[in-house]
């Protein structure tokens, strides 16, 4: 069993439009974060988060602790948003990484 | 400009060869990774050093060995007991090892067998 779940695997959506990726975990975590890994394989930082909410840019992030949750929202959605986005957690003195969910947005 | 180095973006192993995968980072980092990535399946860590002359086994270091001589340098080699080498291959460095610390990731290795 996986202790990070993420949801949905794959993801379609047009320009403009609004993005949920969601992440759920089993384990107690000290932080969660949420990366990016572009096409050629390169994964980026995107956010750290311990409780509360983030954003940058377009991009906001979500944490409920007692949930076991988190959410990664991306606003008015652009074509070079298209990446694998990574939920990753610490717990027992490493990291867990999600499968990924892969989104793709069309012009 | 600061940042992670992996070398060589691709990588063909013979059955019983040895082979080992190069990790650079400018970023004056304490502490680096190596993650392995398998279709369908989140990354996994094989190894990690915290501090220069020091390394810890990951969750599948199994057929893995690494040294940190250098604080700038993490290389990975994946010996002929490691039986399905194929993957992709991530470094990543952080400041200091821990939960608050974003890594930061190179472009990987992707490992294939002749």
């Known amino acids: 069993k996986n202790e990070v779940e993420q949801s949905p695997q794959n993801l379609t959506a047009q320009e403009g439009e609004f993005i949920t990726i969601n992440c759920s975990y089993s384990?107690?975590?000290?932080?969660l974060h949420w990366l990016q890994q572009h096409p050629g394989g390169g994964i980026v930082s995107l956010f750290m988060?311990?409780?509360g909410k983030k954003k940058h840019g377009r991009l906001i992030a979500t944490i409920n602790i007692q949930e076991k949750h988190s959410s990664l929202h991306i606003t008015a959605s652009h074509p070079r948003d298209s990446a694998v986005y990574i939920c990753?957690?610490?717990?027992?003195?490493?990291?867990?990484f999600g499968t990924g969910t892969s989104l793709t947005v069309i012009p | 400009d600061g940042g992670i180095t992996q070398s060589p973006k691709y990588l063909f192993r013979k059955e019983g060869q040895n082979v080992t995968l190069s990790c650079e980072q400018n970023l004056n980092h304490d502490a680096m990774y190596w993650y392995r990535q398998d279709p369908g399946q989140g990354l996994r860590l094989i190894y990690y050093?915290?501090?220069?002359?020091?390394?810890q086994k990951g969750d599948i270091a199994e057929g893995y060995s690494v040294s940190r001589e250098k604080k700038e340098s993490f290389p990975l080699t994946v010996t002929s007991a490691q039986k399905n080498p194929t993957a992709f291959y991530l470094c990543a460095s952080s400041d200091n090892w821990g939960p608050y610390q974003p890594q930061h990731f190179g472009d990987g290795t992707r490992l294939s067998i002749l």
């Open positions: 050093s915290q501090i220069v002359n020091d390394f």
């Open positions: 988060l311990s409780s």
């Open positions: 384990v107690g975590i000290s932080a």
């Open positions: 990753a957690v610490w717990a027992v003195n490493q990291f867990y």
